[in-house]
C-alpha cells in the first residue's frame, strides 16, 4: 500500500471543500428577490450559479486545471488507460449512448411503476418541484433560462 501524495491529499481537500461550499451556499444563502414566480425564478437561478458553479470553477482555478473545462485531464486519461476502458467511446458512438441512456431511462421508469402499483410508493423527492415548472407564457423565458444555467452549473461540477 502506498502513501498518498501531497497532489493526492490537496485533491482531496478542494473537493471536500468544493462540496461543503456548495452545500452552504445552496442551504444557507438567503435570497430576497421581491415577491412572486419572477423573484422565485431569479433566487432559483442565484443559487444554482452560486451553490454548483462557482465553488466547481473556484475548485478549478485553485488547482490550475481551467483546460478540465474543454479537455479530459492527464490524470482521467492514465486512469481510463489502467482500467482498461480507453477508447471505449469515440465521437461516432453517439448514437449507441443515446440507445443507452433511453433503455437505462425505459428500465428505471418500469422499477419505479411497478413499485408503485405494487406498494403504492413513490420514488426518492429532493424536495417538491412542481412550483419550478412554467405555469404560463411569462414563466417559459425563466424555464430556459434555468436549463442552461442547470446544464452550464452541472457541467462544471462534472469537470
Known amino acids: 500500500m502506498s502513501i498518498a501524495s501531497s497532489g493526492d491529499v490537496i485533491a482531496a481537500l478542494l473537493l471536500v471543500a468544493m462540496l461543503a461550499m456548495s ?35 473556484l475548485a478549478l482555478a485553485l488547482a490550475g486545471e481551467w483546460r478540465a473545462l474543454w479537455v479530459l485531464p492527464a490524470s482521467f486519461q492514465r486512469l481510463a488507460r ?57 414563466d417559459l423565458g425563466w424555464g430556459v433560462v434555468l436549463s442552461i444555467v442547470a446544464g452550464v452549473a452541472e457541467s462544471c461540477i462534472f469537470a
Not at 102 to 126: C, E, H, Q, V
Open 23 to 57: 452545500w452552504y451556499l445552496r442551504r444557507r444563502l438567503r435570497l430576497d428577490f421581491g415577491h412572486g414566480r419572477s423573484g422565485a425564478y431569479l433566487a432559483v437561478t442565484v443559487r444554482q450559479i452560486a451553490g454548483f458553479a462557482l465553488p466547481a470553477l
Open 82 to 138: 489502467e482500467v482498461g476502458v480507453a477508447g471505449w467511446i469515440v465521437a461516432s458512438d453517439g448514437w449507441m449512448l443515446l440507445v443507452g441512456a433511453a433503455g437505462g431511462s425505459t428500465i428505471g421508469g418500469a422499477i419505479a411503476f411497478i413499485r408503485w402499483r405494487r406498494k403504492g410508493l413513490r420514488g426518492p423527492m429532493f424536495g417538491e418541484l412542481g412550483w419550478l415548472l412554467p405555469r404560463d407564457r411569462a
